[in-house]
Nanobody, 124 residues
Framework: QVQLVESGGGLVQAGGSLRLSCAAS????????MGWFRQAPGKEREFVAG????????YYADSVKGRYTISRDNAKRTVLLEMNSLKPEDTAEYYC?????????????????WGQGTQVTVSS
């Protein structure tokens, strides 16, 4: 089992940057695939980025590719999402998630644990 807590959200201007953090507690963080998702009001939860157990495999939604970077530090039980060149359409509640099986999935139903979310708002 793992508990996840996101932090780092806030209000930024278009073109700015934010770093989101997800702190994990519980057991065997290194055994979980980690992902970031986001959800805007009235929209479906969508995949943003994912990283496998070793950190060697990373995957990004086309909408954020080249602007976002996901990384993990298993010793610190932390996964990060570096967001650059932010756009108003990036505005959403951002969630980190963990799945027990290796391999990044874009399907939120594949993930077993979720954080409470952190709000990111990008002004135009």
């Amino acid at each position: 089992q793992v508990q996840l807590v996101e932090s780092g959200g806030g209000l930024v201007q278009a073109g700015g940057s934010l770093r989101l953090s997800c702190a994990a507690s519980g057991r065997t963080f290194s055994a979980y695939t980690m992902g970031w998702f986001r959800q805007a009001p009235g929209k479906e939860r969508e995949f943003v980025a994912g990283i496998n157990w070793s950190g060697s495999g990373t995957y990004y939604a086309d909408s954020v590719k080249g602007r976002y970077t996901i990384s993990r530090d298993n010793a610190k039980r932390t996964v990060l999402l570096e967001m650059n060149s932010l756009k108003p359409e990036d505005t959403a509640e951002y969630y980190c998630a963990a799945k027990r099986l290796d391999g990044v999935s874009v399907d939120p139903n594949s993930y077993d644990y979720w954080g409470q979310g952190t709000q990111v708002t990008v002004s135009s």
